[in-house]
């Protein structure tokens, strides 16, 4: 059976460059949940389907094919033979992925894809839902936070990095506050620290001693080093 480590948290607290050195150190394959919402929200609005009419997001959703493919010790996505690459990163898509991830049939179906992907192997997936709804039985579950500071700062050095946006860091932070406040509230699968799972913040630490902090309450049978 297929070993998971569950990684959950807020935007910006780090789960991506975490999920992906733990994968790297461990064998595991890295999973962005995350992205599986931002490609719906991308092909709502490049098919004119209205973010903030959940009825009209859920009929449009079932319709979506994603193809997952296990690449260079990731799961990559397709839609249509085509990798969506930064263009699910920018300032808008922000914008609209949290109305979207409200939406219980898309939930479900992202859900249903992302438990799908074991047949791949062993994972490490980030997320919000993660260690609380898609895999809420793995002893690997983590909760990665850190103060909204800390966050907008590296968010922001992400997108001028990638090229796709240029906004204040006081434009990011408010950005991160407003998805914060819709995924932790929102009525199915809310962003939460689950039960049991091991909470870090990672305001002040390296991301070298984050990746040692998961590595260490792994099993010990699971440490590949």
């Not at 995350?34 to 079932?62: E, H, K, S």
């Not at 990163?89 to 992202?110: G, L």
């Not at 800390?150 to 991160?176: F, H, T």
Request: aromatic share 6%.
């Amino acid at each position: 059976m297929s070993r998971v480590i569950a990684i959950d948290g807020p935007s910006g607290a780090g789960k991506s460059s975490v999920s992906r050195i733990v994968g790297e150190k461990l064998g595991f394959l890295h999973v962005d949940s995350g992205a599986l919402y931002r490609i719906m929200t991308w092909q709502c609005l490049a098919n004119g389907v209205d973010t903030a009419n959940p009825a009209a997001v859920a009929a449009f959703a079932a319709e979506v094919q994603i193809e997952c493919r296990a690449e260079e010790g990731h799961i990559a996505y397709y839609v249509k033979g085509e990798a969506p690459g930064n263009r699910i990163r920018t300032p808008e898509i922000n914008a609209h992925a949290s109305p979207v991830a409200t939406v219980k049939e898309v939930r479900d179906r992202i859900t249903a894809i992302l438990r799908g992907l074991v047949s791949f192997g062993d994972l490490v997936v980030e997320g919000r839902d993660i260690t609380t709804a898609v895999f809420p039985d793995s002893p690997a579950r983590f909760y990665l936070t850190a103060s909204a500071e800390a966050r907008a700062r590296r968010r922001q050095k992400e997108e001028v990095e990638k090229g796709i946006a240029n906004q204040s860091a006081e434009a990011v932070k408010a950005s991160l506050l407003a998805r914060d406040a819709i995924d932790s509230t929102r009525k199915y699968a809310p962003l939460k620290k689950a039960d049991g799972a091991l909470e870090i913040d990672s305001s002040d630490l390296t991301l070298d001693q984050v990746v040692e902090t998961v590595l260490a309450a792994l099993p010990a049978d699971w440490i590949r080093r």
